[in-house]
């Protein structure tokens, strides 16, 4: 199995600012997932990180508003940038270890 | 497109009543499926399928997979009050590059 740490749990944070949320893994994993899942939706994944390479978007998410750092094989990090009200969500890594999909705690985001 | 599709998407039944959960897919490169019960943050882990017809079972809760039709079934039998929660339907890829994510289904357990 694979432990996830996330930090921080949750934030509440003001418009124009930005937040970095971090996630660690007790394992080495070659990729390592960021979802978003906003009020009453289901889980979207954001961007696939893999150490040494840049990261890869998914249709509706770009570097500049979601960059992302992998600095090694149990690390990661997933900036929300000139956050607006509509960012407000809860933000999860996630990685695959042993065939099987894990997800960290989450951190939850408000933006005011 | 790959997509994942859950129904119902809500479902409130009373204690002891038996449900059943489906989920219908289409993925390229298929792996596997998985079903996750998600309560407050972050989905906990329920099973994973890959192979047609085989049901795996934990306690109250057993799934099954259909390849050939792709979809798959969640049963839980004799509900309790502590299965509320969204039961979220995933599909994997051979590429190992991403996971599909069902709009998941809402059960909600009344005594």
């Known amino acids: 199995s694979a432990v996830i740490s996330q930090k921080p749990s949750r934030d509440i944070c003001q418009r124009g600012t930005s937040l970095t949320i971090q996630c660690q893994v007790d394992?080495?994993?070659?990729?390592m997932f960021w979802y978003r899942q906003q009020p009453g939706q289901s889980l979207t994944l954001i961007a696939t990180?893999?150490?040494?390479?840049?990261?890869?978007?998914e249709s509706g998410f770009v570097i500049d508003k979601f960059p992302i750092s992998r600095p090694n094989l149990t690390f990661s990090t997933l900036t929300v940038s000139n956050m607006s009200p509509e960012d407000s969500s809860i933000y999860l890594c996630?990685?695959?270890?042993?065939?099987?999909?894990?997800f960290g705690p989450g951190t939850r985001l408000t933006v005011t | 497109e790959d997509k994942v599709v859950q129904s119902p998407l809500s479902l409130v039944v009373h204690e002891g009543d038996t449900v059943t959960l489906n989920c219908s897919y289409e993925?390229?490169?298929?792996?596997?499926l998985l079903w996750y019960k998600q309560e407050k943050k972050a989905p906990t882990f329920l099973f994973m399928l890959?192979?047609?017809?085989i049901e795996k079972k934990s306690g109250r809760l057993s799934s099954i997979l259909d390849k050939k039709e792709l979809f798959s079934i969640l049963n839980i039998t004799a509900t309790q009050t502590g299965d509320s929660a969204v039961y979220l339907c995933?599909?994997?890829?051979?590429?190992?590059?991403?996971?599909?994510f069902g709009p998941g289904t809402s059960l909600s357990v009344i005594p």
């Open positions: 996630s990685v695959e270890h042993g065939g099987e999909q894990y």
């Open positions: 394992s080495q994993v070659t990729m």
């Open positions: 990180a893999n150490q040494g390479s840049e990261a890869t978007y």
């Open positions: 993925v390229t490169n298929f792996r596997s």
């Open positions: 890959t192979s047609s017809g």
């Open positions: 995933a599909g994997t890829k051979t590429s190992y590059d991403k996971v599909i």
